[in-house]
Structures are given as structure tokens and as C-alpha cells.
């Protein structure tokens, strides 16, 4: 079975502009969770998406916005990219959205804002 | 609020030896989940171990162990038997069970260094 997927893998991009960034989740996982990870620090979390729909967001800004489509993927949207934005953004997929549930992450995609 | 403290920025141990990670955590909700995570330099985050709140017995999962002190709020990862490929940096993790269940925060992560 295919684990989590990710695209695009790495992307460059200049102050200003938006990115989308899309993630696949393992069949059968309702709930996929984003997380940005800076060069030398822990995930912050930014959302997470069970059965459709919006179940958490953490402290980013406006310009941060995700869905989740009704196969189960996802994609994270970030509008008007700012240099502190470059980091490594990692989807996250569970079967469900509490509990026990463990998070299964992808390889992640590496945005990076000149 | 959820909070996850990691005091230790960087490990180093010899290889076959055993080796603590340390992990704090500050919640007000008693349900909830602890977790631990590996990520090699190729960067994709592996899981390796999970405790729940209200679990009598620490986890275990092969070489690895959690030593769950809940009055301490603590939930330390324990590697047994250091390998060369335990080189990486190991995050601690953990969801509350109530209505913050659906939010997963990590810790600032320790770097292991397994020396030969």
C-alpha cells in the first residue's frame, strides 16, 4: 500500500506569491493533519481535517488555509509568501482525528521563498 | 494549554549502550496521548511509540521503552542497545483527548549522536 503521498517534493518561489501544496493520505485514513517544520525545530501544527472537515488550527496567520477533499486528500494554500514562510511542510495521515490514532507523515515538501 | 518540553538539545552515546530522552508535558485534560517520533536526516518522521493517559503499564516497542511518570508529567524515551542508525533527531509528541483531541503538538526535539 502506498504511504502518504506529498507533491510537489521541493519548490522555490519569491515574496508575494501563493503555493499549493497537496497531499494524498493512506487508503482508508479520513483525517490528514499539515505541519511546518523550520530548519532546526519541532512540527508546528497548522491544521488538521477530519471527515471533511476543519477540526483544528494552530497559530498561523490568515494567509495559511487548507481543505480536505471528499477522497480524503488535501491541499494547503498559502497566500502572499514571506520569507519566514520557508520551511518544510509535512502532511500527516490517521484514521481518525483523536485518540490513539497515530500520525503516519509523508517525506514532506520544502518550500523555499527568496 | 498543551505544552511539550524537550530540555535536551543533543545526545551523544556509545553504541550498544542504552540512552534517556527526556520529555515533559503540561496538560490539564487527564485524557490524552504521548507519542515519540524519529526523523533521520532524510527528513520523513517515523513513530516508534505511544502511551495513553490512562495505560497502567510504560510502552514498549522493541529497543524501545517510554518511562510514563504521570505525577511527574514526564514520558521519557528509553533506547536500549544504541545502534549506528539510531543517529537522528527524536521528537516527543502528544494529543489531548477532549475537545483539543483533534491538535497533535511536538516538542523542540533532541539530536541523538550514536558513536562507534
Known amino acids: 500500500d502506498a504511504g502518504v503521498t506529498q507533491s510537489p517534493t521541493h519548490l522555490i518561489k519569491t515574496r508575494g506569491q501563493q503555493v499549493t501544496l497537496r497531499c494524498s493520505p493512506i487508503?482508508?485514513?479520513?483525517?490528514v493533519s499539515w505541519y511546518q517544520q523550520v530548519l532546526g525545530q519541532g512540527p508546528q501544527f497548522i491544521f488538521q481535517?477530519?471527515?471533511?472537515?476543519?477540526?483544528g488550527r494552530g497559530n498561523f496567520p490568515d494567509r495559511f488555509s487548507a481543505r480536505q477533499f471528499p477522497n480524503y486528500s488535501s491541499e494547503l494554500n498559502v497566500n502572499a509568501l514571506l520569507l519566514g514562510d520557508s520551511a518544510l511542510y509535512l502532511c500527516?495521515?490517521?484514521?481518525?482525528?483523536?485518540?490513539?490514532?497515530?500520525?503516519?507523515f509523508g517525506a514532506g515538501s520544502r518550500l523555499t521563498v527568496l | 494549554a498543551q505544552k511539550i518540553t524537550q530540555t535536551q538539545p543533543g545526545m551523544f552515546v556509545q553504541e550498544k549502550e542504552a540512552v534517556t530522552l527526556d520529555c515533559t508535558y503540561d496538560?490539564?485534560?487527564?485524557?490524552?496521548?504521548l507519542f515519540w517520533y524519529k526523523q533521520p536526516s532524510s527528513g520523513e518522521m517515523i513513530f516508534l511509540i505511544y502511551q495513553g493517559s490512562y495505560d497502567q503499564q510504560n510502552a514498549t516497542e522493541g529497543r524501545y521503552s517510554l518511562n510514563f511518570q504521570k505525577a511527574r508529567k514526564s514520558a521519557n524515551l528509553v533506547i536500549s542497545a544504541s545502534q549506528l542508525g539510531d543517529s537522528a533527531m527524536y521528537f516527543c509528541a502528544m494529543r489531548e483527548g477532549g475537545t483539543g483531541g483533534f491538535k497533535t503538538i511536538f516538542g523542540a526535539g533532541t539530536r541523538l549522536f550514536v558513536k562507534a
Open positions: 487508503s482508508g485514513h479520513k483525517s
Open positions: 481535517y477530519y471527515e471533511k472537515e476543519e477540526r
Open positions: 496538560t490539564s485534560d487527564p485524557s490524552y496521548g
Open positions: 500527516a495521515s490517521s484514521l481518525a482525528g483523536f485518540g490513539a490514532n497515530v500520525l503516519t
